[in-house]
């Protein structure tokens, strides 16, 4: 008998332990400007600016390069915001930055997942590999439904084929961390580990 009651008490903690897992949460996408903008500076690769005026943002890629996944429910064309459009850097460097990415997603998601994001940049590095190419790390966090929160990272690469008096190709990405799919919370842990030892004791007394 104690060992069906030692049995049902493993198995007892091992439901709590599936029951108090947390849904993954990330939320890693491409999107691009739509409309007209230019840059401030004799080259894209020496500037100190970019605006993008009033052009608008639309995801173009979801789940992008391994092995970050996304299960926010990001989808395409799915609508960004940006609270600016202007955008100051100096090349080489970082330079402390105020501004929020905001973006609403749907079905498709972890439970839980799909709502209201809210990303807050606090600092952009500015690199070059060259006069026609431009590449921004924005670096902040972000939130979300069911009190999810991240730290966040943006990057922003322009190329100017042809060079200048051409037009500018640029695309962000939103690139969050990978998060592993469930964690037991510590309590769970301790819970299922004196289960064993207990079923252990009765093995041990049954002999």
């Known amino acids: 008998m104690k060992k069906i009651l030692m049995c049902a008490a493993l198995a007892?903690?091992?439901?709590?332990?599936?029951?108090?897992?947390?849904?993954?949460?990330?939320?890693?996408?491409?999107?691009?400007?739509?409309?007209?903008?230019?840059?401030?500076?004799?080259?894209?690769?020496?500037?100190?600016?970019?605006?993008?005026?009033?052009?608008?943002?639309?995801?173009?890629?979801?789940?992008?390069?391994?092995?970050?996944?996304?299960?926010?429910?990001?989808?395409?064309?799915?609508?960004?915001?940006?609270?600016q459009s202007l955008?100051?850097?100096?090349?080489?460097?970082?330079?402390?930055v105020d501004f929020a990415k905001t973006f609403t997603t749907g079905p498709g998601g972890a439970p839980g997942s799909e709502g209201f994001y809210?990303?807050?940049?606090?600092?952009?590095?500015?690199?070059?590999?060259?006069?026609d190419f431009l590449n921004l790390t924005f670096s902040g966090t972000i939130t979300g439904p069911d009190g999810f929160s991240a730290a966040d990272v943006m990057l922003l690469n322009c190329n100017?084929?042809?060079?200048?008096?051409f037009s500018v190709n640029c695309s962000f990405t939103e690139q969050g961390p990978p998060v592993p799919t469930s964690v037991p919370e510590p309590a769970t842990l301790?819970?299922?580990?004196?289960?064993?030892?207990?079923?252990s004791a009765a093995r041990r007394r049954a002999g």
């Open 12 to 83: 007892a903690a091992l439901a709590s332990a599936g029951g108090a897992q947390a849904a993954a949460t990330q939320v890693n996408f491409g999107f691009v400007p739509v409309g007209t903008f230019n840059y401030v500076g004799g080259s894209l690769g020496t500037s100190t600016a970019i605006d993008f005026g009033t052009a608008t943002f639309a995801t173009n890629t979801v789940g992008i390069t391994a092995p970050f996944t996304d299960d926010s429910g990001a989808f395409l064309g799915m609508d960004v915001f940006l609270s």
């Open 87 to 96: 955008f100051t850097y100096s090349i080489g460097s970082t330079t402390a």
């Open 118 to 131: 809210t990303a807050l940049f606090t600092s952009v590095t500015a690199g070059s590999a060259g006069d």
């Open 160 to 165: 100017q084929s042809g060079g200048v008096g």
């Open 190 to 199: 301790a819970l299922v580990g004196l289960a064993l030892l207990g079923l």
